[in-house]
């Protein structure tokens, strides 16, 4: 059975969903988490470069940090994109604060920062807040 691979974003197993049921609330099953929550879901360093290299759906991820005015603006607006675009992309979060080795490892410069991650590869990057609308317009385009 060909499926789409995901990465449990609470407990990073690795999951197998057959691409018709993306839609249907699949869950991982090893912790039982959902895999296409419909929310930006903060994620730590490992997760994030397990599901960047491994996952068939896109992954976009929005490199914040608590101290940046324009990633708190962005923060509610980056969720309403989540829930917008349902199951063609996985909207997640890394704090640049906690993490800042990820951020250089990626090579953010300001933030906020959104990069793409599509067949285990850097797609594409957009810096500075943007609404709901443009965010997914632009993970579309």
Do not use: Y
Not at 3 to 28: I, Y
Not at 38 to 50: F, N
Not at 77 to 82: L, P, S
């Amino acid at each position: 059975m060909a499926g789409k691979k995901l990465t449990c974003l609470d407990c990073g197993q690795v999951n197998r969903v057959p691409a018709e049921k993306l839609a249907s609330g699949p869950k991982c099953g090893t912790c039982g988490a959902r895999l296409m929550p419909g929310k930006a879901m903060e994620v730590d360093a490992a997760t994030l470069a397990k599901a960047a290299r491994t996952d068939d759906v896109p992954l976009v991820v929005d490199f914040w940090a608590p101290w940046c005015g324009p990633c708190r603006s962005m923060a509610p607006e980056f969720g309403k994109a989540a829930s917008l675009l349902g199951t063609e992309a996985r909207l997640v979060k890394l704090n640049t604060e906690d993490f800042p080795q990820i951020g250089a490892q990626h090579g953010i410069r300001g933030i906020p920062t959104m990069v793409a991650f599509a067949g285990g590869r850097e797609a594409k990057r957009q810096s500075g807040a943007m609404p709901a609308g443009q965010i997914v317009g632009w993970v579309r385009g």
